[in-house]
């Protein structure tokens, strides 16, 4: 397998999911800032331009991250990355929806990049601040999803926790101030990643 990876981006949950799994696998970094996603030779591989993608031992290319995370939970399940139970799996795939859809996109992107919803200065502080209430928001209910458990999903790390660590891992950049259980909990992720 080959993932296409920007350090730094919702990739890197990715790349802990693939290490936790054990598999072995190759890394193409892209350069985002620079614009690797845009150039032609990732567009043939990639059209949508963007990462994580994930290229399979069969040729087929996988992308968005929760399609990733769920081929990889379903395709090793040895690693236990999601609960068999039908209720605690639509649990931890609707954690895992909120960490993408309302905290990165809907959140963490009009913090970090208030460019691509508004040109004028004006406009993207207002687009900033909307994003910082919205994250602000979403990480008290992480908070309160998390509880006292290490993981979201209670005593085994699964794919929420995979998104849960990159998102917190931007906390520098969006910079909306993580709580005591987050605080404890990213640095719990974070020992599982050996980079």
Not at 109 to 115: G, T
Not at 162 to 188: D, H, K, M, S, T
């Amino acid at each position: 397998m080959k993932l296409f990876h920007a350090p730094g981006a919702c990739s890197d949950g990715i790349v802990l999911l693939l290490d936790i799994i054990g598999v072995p696998y190759e890394i193409h970094e892209l350069d985002v800032r620079k614009g690797d996603q845009r150039q032609p030779d990732y567009l043939a591989i990639n059209p949508k331009g963007k990462v994580p993608a994930l290229l399979r031992d069969d040729g087929r290319l996988l992308t968005e991250f929760p399609a990733i995370a769920f081929w990889l939970a379903r395709k090793y399940p040895e690693a236990e990355l999601l609960p068999t139970d039908a209720d605690d799996e639509a649990r931890a795939l609707e954690l895992l929806d909120f960490i993408v859809s309302s905290l990165h996109m809907r959140g963490t992107a009009l913090v970090m990049r208030p460019s691509a919803f508004a040109t004028s200065a004006e406009a993207q502080e207002e687009v900033k601040a909307t994003g910082r209430q919205m994250v602000e928001k979403g990480l008290a209910q992480l908070e309160r999803e998390l509880g006292d458990r290490p993981f979201l999903m209670g005593e085994r790390f699964t794919l929420p926790d995979a998104a849960a660590y990159y998102l917190l891992g931007w906390q520098p950049r969006f910079q909306v101030p993580l709580g005591n259980r987050l605080e404890a909990y990213y640095a719990r992720l974070s020992r599982l990643s050996p980079a």
